[in-house]
Structure formats: C-alpha cells, structure tokens
C-alpha cells in the first residue's frame, strides 16, 4: 500500500520591509524579512532598537526584583499600610471627616494632603488592627495630625456609623500578630487590586 506523500508548500512571496526597497522576494528561510543582504545592513539599526528595547525590559525586570529582595519587613508593611490607607480615602470619598464633619470643598482633590487614614486605634497602641478597615476612616489633616485623631469626637461618630457592637468589638483586647512577610505581601496586593477597581468606579 503507498503512502501518499505531501508536496511541500512553496514558500509565498513577501515584500521587502526595508521601506526604500519594497521589492517582492520568496523567503528562503524561516522569518525572513529583506530581500537581500544589502537591504539586510539598511534593516540593522531596527534590528539593534528592538534588541536595546528587548534588553532595557529585562534589565528593569531584574532590577525590580533585586529591589524585592532587598526590601525589608519594615518596608513591606509601609507599602501594604500605604494600600490600605489609600484603599481608605477611595472607600469613603463621599464622607465627611469621621471627626469633625468636615467635607471637601470643590477644589480638594479626594485622596489629596488634606485626607488622612485616620485609626480609631492607633498602630502604636494596637498594631494587631493597623490594616482593618473598620478601624481605619478618612480623617481630615487637622483632626488627624493637629488633634492628635480628635479621638473623642471620632468616637461618638464612629458608633454611629459602624454601631456599637463594632466598636466594643474594636476597643476590645486581640490576640498579638506578627505578620509574615508572606501575609503583609499578600495584604498589599489584595488593597492594591481593591484600589485600582474603586478609581474605576470613580472614574466611570
């Protein structure tokens, strides 16, 4: 019994990519874009573009993550805290100072120097609650910085708007944590991800 045997393809004609050239060729080899060799040393210098290019990309790809390694456990937690906090200001742009009432006026931008992530329970007096929401409101800078969190008046108002269950709850003790460098990583992407859905949500 004969096996039938395929014809090759002939390869079909191409045109030059060298612009000034333009000249229609059948490619001899795989990826073959010029015609000749002539036309080979005029295409070089795209050549060497997307090679730099192709090289740059790597090269701030290795330099990112040698920065990663670099990072300590001090510098994870401020960027994650960074997420969180800003995750914060996008989450209650609509809502006056948990403080004061205090609302922005039509030139303030939202998540600009003058709204803070304010903790009901400071970080200092509970790191267990320094990336929960619920302890965490958009303060305004003099309530926050100036009157050291106005914790009276953020108190009254933050029953008001979470309940009193939720703040017993807050004000009540926690079990100590230490966060892994695995978890806080893992905490900055979770907020980093939330945040770029809520400018989304703003921007629509």
């Given at each position: 019994m004969r096996t039938a045997i395929k014809e090759?393809?002939?390869?079909?004609?191409?045109k030059c990519r060298v612009a000034s050239?333009?000249?229609?060729?059948?490619?001899?080899?795989?990826?073959?874009?010029?015609?000749?060799p002539a036309c080979a040393l005029k295409?070089?210098?795209?050549?060497?573009q997307k090679a730099k290019k192709a090289i740059d990309q790597r090269d701030r790809r290795e330099i990112k993550v040698?920065?990663?390694?670099?990072?300590?456990r001090a510098d994870h937690l401020r960027e994650a805290?960074?997420?969180?906090?800003?995750?914060?200001?996008?989450?209650?742009?609509?809502?006056?100072?948990?403080?004061?009432d205090s609302m922005p006026n039509?030139?303030?931008?939202?998540?600009g120097s003058r709204w803070d992530a304010g903790h009901?329970?400071?970080?200092?007096?509970c790191p267990e609650l320094r990336f929960e929401p619920l302890n965490i409101h958009r303060q305004c800078v003099k309530c926050n910085r100036n009157l050291s969190g106005n914790a009276v008046e953020y108190r009254i108002r933050l029953v008001q708007r979470i309940g009193a269950d939720m703040v017993a709850w807050i004000e009540g003790p926690h079990q100590p944590r230490k966060y892994t460098v695995k978890e806080i990583k893992t905490i900055k992407a979770e907020y980093r991800a939330k945040n770029r859905e809520l400018k989304k949500g703003h921007a629509a």
């Open positions: 090759k393809k002939a390869p079909k004609p191409k050239c333009g000249a229609s060729f059948v490619p001899q080899r795989l990826g073959q874009a010029v015609c000749s295409d070089a210098p795209r050549n060497e040698r920065k990663e390694e670099l990072k300590s805290q960074a997420a969180v906090n800003e995750y914060v200001r996008l989450r209650d742009a609509h809502l006056p100072c948990i403080s004061c039509d030139n303030d931008l939202i998540t009901y329970r400071s970080v200092g007096a």
